[in-house]
């Protein structure tokens, strides 16, 4: 049971990740990462209760087993071909990680240093373009450095809205960047040219530690808004029934 009311910054950004989801109504949920995986999970247990939620294989789930555990009631099957018919359709709301990501939202998962001879090797662009040309998409990011935000991506796996806006309407018809959460805030791409902005600090963050950890010009408003408390349902849902194994911590430590 729930037995502390301190809100670690982990939890901080559980919500700040759920809150992605908040009015997407019935659409494929697809987190990748733990404090996502909890996020969703959350959201689906409180204010999205719609959202789908798959087993990571074939099956959609239609209770909200804990973070890591096999048990879930079954209540309809996704075959690959039918994933991505919602992926290409708009009804899937992905969250992906970043090795890199720059002003305008582009994404690097692939390599650092040039493409034809890379410093070091990721993961390959896999399915970032098409997730992000096709369906809404939002990144989480658990270490805020000036290496991951940074003034242009070493290549583009994740399009952002300048990539987008070059190669025409064919790019921007479905294209949809929501949110980045990271250890340290909350960002959007409100601003009048779709460049990254400041939205919300977590709490013993301040905006000043922001702009140092990245690499580029951030804009951000005259007040800067904290991330908002989780609230003690939500806190312990998180806490007893999400993630009772406390994973979420090993992902973003308690400063």
């Known amino acids: 049971m729930t037995t502390s009311t301190t809100v670690t910054r982990a ?4 919500v700040a990740c759920a809150e992605a989801w908040r009015g997407d109504g019935e659409v494929l949920a697809s987190p990748m990462g733990t404090i996502p995986s909890v ?16 087993d990571g294989e074939a099956l959609l789930i239609g209770d909200v087993p ?22 290409m359709g708009g009804r899937r709301h992905v969250m992906m990680g970043a090795s890199q990501i720059d002003r305008f939202g582009n994404q690097n998962i692939s390599c650092v240093g040039d493409w034809r001879r890379p410093t070091r090797q990721l993961l390959g662009a896999r399915g970032a373009p098409a997730n992000s040309l096709n369906n809404p998409v ?5 270490r805020h450095s000036p290496r991951v935000f940074v003034e242009r991506v070493d290549m583009i796996c994740g399009v952002g809205y300048d990539s987008a806006a070059a190669a025409g309407p064919s790019a921007t018809r479905f294209h949809d960047l929501r949110r980045v959460v990271s250890d340290l805030g909350v960002f959007d791409f409100a601003a009048p040219d779709h ?23 951030l804009s951000a408003p005259p007040e800067v808004l904290l991330t908002r408390d989780p609230t003690p349902d939500e806190l312990r849902l998180i806490r007893n029934v999400v993630d009772p194994s406390g994973l979420r911590e090993r992902e973003v430590p308690t400063p």
């Open 11 to 14: 939890e901080y950004c559980v």
């Open 39 to 54: 996020a969703a999970r959350l959201a689906k247990l409180t204010f999205a209760p719609d959202l789908l939620l798959t």
């Open 66 to 87: 804990a973070v890591g555990a096999r048990s879930a009631v079954t209540e309809g099957w996704l075959p690959y071909r039918r994933h991505l018919t919602m992926a």
């Open 138 to 142: 939002s990144y989480w990011i658990p």
């Open 195 to 217: 460049a990254m902005r400041l939205v919300s600090v977590h709490p013993g963050v301040t905006p000043d530690e922001v702009r140092e950890a990245t690499g580029f010009p």
